[in-house]
Each structure stands twice: as C-alpha cells, then as structure tokens.
Nanobody
Framework: QVQLVESGGGLVQAGGSLRLSCAAS????????MGWFRQAPGKEREFVGA????????YYQDSVKGKVTISRDKAKNTMYLQMNSLKVEDTAVYYC???????????????WGQGTQVTVSS
C-alpha cells in the first residue's frame, strides 16, 4: 500500500505563488509516475500535470504550461508543484496521485492523497 500526503496549500492573493508537496510512504517503489489534479467546487477533477518517477520527464495540461512546474525528490519520495501567477480560477482542492504512467486520466492512478485546499483571493 502507498500513502500520499499533500501539504502547502492555503490562501494566497492573485498573482502570488505556492509550492505544494506530496510525500509518499509505504510501498514507495510500486509506481512509475505521479500526477497532480485539481477539483474546483461543482467541477470535475482536472489534470494539472504529471512526472515520470524514474526519468523526471514532466507533462502538463496545456492551460497551465509555463505557469506550473512539477519536480520530484527521489530520495525523499516527494513530488512538488510550483505554481506562479495564480488566479482566482486556480482555486481548488489539489490532489496528488501515483500510478503506472503519467497519464491525464485520473481513473488510471492507483493511489491518491486526501487533497490540499488552494484558495486564491482577488
């Protein structure tokens, strides 16, 4: 079993930045990729980006390219999401997930964190 714990969420003003972390524990060699998703009230869960755990290659949703950066620290089994130039519409619960490939499909991820709230104020 794998446990994922997100942290770093909070309240930030528009134009600000946040860095989210996702710490993994348990069977930490049982996945090949990790991803970030977000879900705003009344909306479906949305793919933000993902990272191949071994190579570090990253994939992003087109709408966030240039605004977010995903990285990972293999020694700490931790993935990060750096978000810049935040807008009110970035307000959502942000989830990390682990799975077999860096896919945008949430159903293909095996493990999920509990989520961390990001609120961007105007």
């Amino acid at each position: 079993q794998v446990q994922l714990v997100e942290s770093g969420g909070g309240l930030v003003q528009a134009g600000g930045s946040l860095r989210l972390s996702c710490a993994a524990s348990g069977r930490t060699f049982s996945w090949y990729a990790m991803g970030w998703f977000r879900q705003a009230p009344g909306k479906e869960r949305e793919f933000v980006g993902a990272i191949s755990w071994k190579s570090g290659f990253t994939y992003y949703q087109d709408s966030v390219k240039g605004k977010v950066t995903i990285s990972r620290d293999k020694a700490k089994n931790t993935m990060y999401l750096q978000m810049n130039s935040l807008k009110v519409e970035d307000t959502a619960v942000y989830y990390c997930a682990a799975g077999d490939s860096p896919t945008p499909a949430p159903s293909l991820y095996k493990y999920w964190g509990q989520g961390t709230q990001v609120t961007v104020s105007s």
